[in-house]
């Protein structure tokens, strides 16, 4: 059975293990964790400043990961989207269910709208966000503030108030 729930630094193991794996092996991304300290500090990266960091369980394994940046007042950054490969698809529907707590937290803490950073070798992953309305922008129209992520090279927004 699946349950969300939040997770913080005391799964930073399970979460760098599932993501790594997901970047590195899947997709020959050449990210590491020193690309990525912000996995080794959850609770004062995302948490501390208004964001989350949520995990996807199916009988207590961690399967699948989201998190929510907040760098304005009210716009966020999804970061961390990742599905372990054998829990993905609609069968499963965890990636969409992720997807939904993280906009619920954001309708209950007004956050109006979402950004988001991807790399382009990632078709499924832009598939996904276009059925869920998102729109692809170039890297200029990004705010100011936007927590960019060296790898990334595609980007999405979405207004959740519409």
């Known amino acids: 059975m699946l349950?969300?729930?939040?997770?913080?630094?005391?799964?930073?193991?399970?979460?760098?293990d599932l993501i790594l794996n997901i970047q590195q092996k899947e997709f020959n991304?050449?990210?590491?964790?020193?690309?990525?300290?912000?996995?080794?500090?959850?609770?004062?990266?995302?948490?501390?400043?208004?964001?989350?960091?949520w995990g996807a369980f199916i009988n207590g394994?961690?399967?699948?990961?989201?998190?929510?940046?907040k760098f304005d007042e009210k716009s966020g950054a999804i970061r961390k989207m990742f599905v372990k490969k054998?829990?993905?698809?609609?069968?499963?529907n965890i990636?969409?269910?992720?997807?939904?707590?993280l906009i619920s937290y954001c309708?209950?803490?007004?956050?109006?709208?979402l950004y988001l950073g991807t790399v382009s070798i990632l078709k499924a992953a832009l598939r996904f966000y276009e059925?869920?309305?998102?729109t692809i922008i170039n890297k200029e129209?990004?705010?100011?503030k936007f927590p960019l992520m060296s790898a990334d090279n595609v980007f999405c927004y979405l207004n959740i108030t519409l």
């Open 107 to 113: 309708n209950e803490n007004g956050i109006d709208e």
């Open 131 to 134: 059925r869920n309305h998102f």
């Open 95 to 101: 990636a969409q269910k992720l997807l939904e707590t």
């Open 86 to 92: 054998e829990f993905r698809g609609k069968e499963h």
């Open 61 to 69: 394994e961690l399967v699948g990961t989201i998190a929510l940046v």
């Open 141 to 144: 129209s990004l705010p100011a």
């Open 3 to 16: 349950e969300i729930s939040t997770v913080n630094n005391t799964h930073s193991k399970s979460i760098i």
């Open 29 to 53: 991304v050449p990210i590491t964790i020193e690309d990525q300290p912000d996995l080794l500090q959850i609770d004062d990266f995302y948490f501390a400043k208004g964001g989350s960091f």
